[in-house]
């Protein structure tokens, strides 16, 4: 049995799962408690009343009101960071000090990439296995488009280009994290600017849109419209371009179509290859994301590897956003 803690009980760790519209889960406390091995021993959250309320719903026996209280008094095998992004680096310091296995973390890592950097090195350091919650790199149509860029369906890829939500650090987050997961490489520069005409406030932090280009280490160059005026306007589209083809990711995830060239229209010309539609798919299955990114969690701590969201992957998110703020005042950032 794996002994859970959670840290901060906001919408992520619970609530969210209380919208009907939802039909899978999102919470990382309603996932625990559906996996057999799981079995949450604490929760953690600044608001007493919070604790107790959700201590009764879901009967976990202990609640906390302090993190270094819960950390110090219990031995976790994984701990969930449900906290605003800025609390991030101490609690993953204090759950490495107490010997916590894995920790599972909502994104973004931090509003720093010297925290970031810091919080890899700690993790490596001290063998612990570090998930971070870009659910979509579990959602089975994702994983469908990496297979097919796996198997070079359209090639060399030339670039990606993202169209999504605003503020860098949440909506737009996953969507920079997809680029990052599906061009596989570090990132070599950025450049952008950081939106000027709606800027979302974050547990009172400034949490800026912003639009930026990105050249990986591999030689991909991906494009990233992250704006919009309000954080209800959200919008989750991208676009692979390949030497010999294209996928584009469209409605709001649900759906990618494949293209590859082929000279069997020749509308454009003799001799000239056009795009053609090859293949749609339509995400019409409920996987179960968060309980499989636990799953895999579950998995590293046994093999000793990282999740297919980890603190190294999620890094690169970090200089991604951060270039595009930096480069807004300092033109090209170099990684």
């Known amino acids: ?19 009907p519209n939802r039909k899978i889960i999102w919470s990382h406390i309603k996932a625990y408690q559906s996996i057999e091995k799981c079995k949450i021993s604490a929760i953690c959250d600044i608001n007493l009343s919070t604790v107790q309320v959700i201590q009764k719903e879901c009967n976990i026996k202990n609640g906390y009101i302090d993190y270094n209280e819960m950390l110090n008094e219990n031995k976790f095998d994984i701990v969930s960071i449900c906290t605003p992004i800025q609390t991030h680096f101490e609690i993953v310091k204090k759950c490495i000090e107490t010997g916590v296995k894995a920790i599972f973390c909502e994104k973004t890592l931090s509003y720093s990439l010297e925290e970031a950097e810091e919080m890899l090195r700690l993790c490596k350091e001290n063998n612990v296995i570090f998930g971070v919650n870009y659910i979509l790199r579990w959602d089975i149509l994702n994983k469908r488009i990496k297979e097919l860029l796996k198997n070079n ?10 169209y999504g939500a605003t503020a860098l650090h949440t909506s737009t987050s ?3 994290d997809l680029i990052v997961y599906f061009a596989d490489s570090e990132v070599e520069w950025v450049i ?28 991909i160059f991906g494009f990233i419209k992250g704006t919009s005026t309000s954080p209800f306007k959200y919008m989750l589209e991208l ?8 996928i584009k990711l469209y409605n709001n995830g649900l759906s990618y179509d494949v293209y590859q060239y082929s000279k069997n229209s020749n509308t454009a010309g003799a001799n000239y290859e056009d795009l053609i539609l090859i ?3 339509n995400k019409n299955n409920k996987n179960e994301r968060m309980i499989d990114a636990i799953l895999d969690i579950i998995n590293c701590i ?15 998110s970090i200089k991604i956003i951060e270039g595009i703020k930096k480069s807004d005042k300092n033109n090209l950032i170099n990684f």
């Open 153 to 162: 369906i359209i090639g060399k890829i030339y670039t990606m280009v993202g």
């Open 1 to 19: 049995m794996y002994r859970v803690g959670v840290i901060g009980l906001g919408q992520i760790a619970y609530n969210i799962d209380k919208d």
């Open 239 to 246: 676009d692979i371009l390949g030497e010999n083809g294209r």
């Open 279 to 281: 293949e749609t798919h």
């Open 302 to 316: 046994g093999t000793g590897s990282q999740p297919l969201s980890n603190i190294y992957t999620a890094l690169e």
């Open 192 to 219: 952008g600017e950081t939106q000027k005409d709606f800027i979302r406030n974050v547990h009172g932090v400034e949490d800026f849109g912003g639009i930026g280009t990105i050249k990986f280490k591999s030689g």
């Open 174 to 176: 996953h969507l920079i």
